[in-house]
């Protein structure tokens, strides 16, 4: 008996707690994305301007506004990547290192560091005996 009033508690009070409490408010309906052409069209003639004077930094900037502003946009997405590349080769020219460290095509990276030593010359390998069958057991 004393059972069936501690379910019967338990279950009036979640049921009023579903009824009571508030429910979650409805979800706000996803704005659809709206893209920009005109601001798009904008950031890529800002952005060719840049990459012709070889700023590939601001012009990686430019483009990426673009493709923000319209990313169905082939052409800012072509923009974009081609900047990527280019600020990055040019990242690459100015630190040889992070190619081979401590080489360069004009020498030593540091002033101050000799030129590594050459490698040792190898020894001349030793003449190999040739295989000579000395007795046929046959098969």
């Given at each position: 008996?004393k059972h069936?009033i501690l379910?019967?508690?338990l279950?009036?009070?979640?049921l009023s ?18 893209p ?18 070889a ?6 900037e ?12 082939p052409?800012a ?6 900047s990527?590349?280019s600020?990055?080769a ?6 040889a290192?992070?190619i ?5 095509p004009?020498g030593p990276a540091k ?5 590594p030593p050459?490698p ?16 046929d057991e046959g098969c």
């Open positions: 008996m069936g379910c019967f508690t279950m009036a009070f979640i707690a579903f009824i009571f409490l508030p429910q979650n408010a409805p979800a706000q309906e996803a704005k659809a994305f709206v920009d052409k005109a601001l798009c069209a904008e950031m890529i003639r800002f952005g060719k301007q840049s990459y012709q004077r700023k590939f930094l601001d012009a990686k430019y483009f990426r506004r673009a493709v923000q502003a319209d990313p169905a946009s052409v997405w072509r923009h974009y990547d081609l990527v590349i600020a990055l040019e990242k690459v020219n100015k630190d290192g992070l081979a460290p401590d080489v360069s004009q002033a101050g560091v000799a030129a050459p040792a010359p190898k020894p001349a390998p030793a003449k190999k005996k040739k295989f000579v069958i000395e007795e």
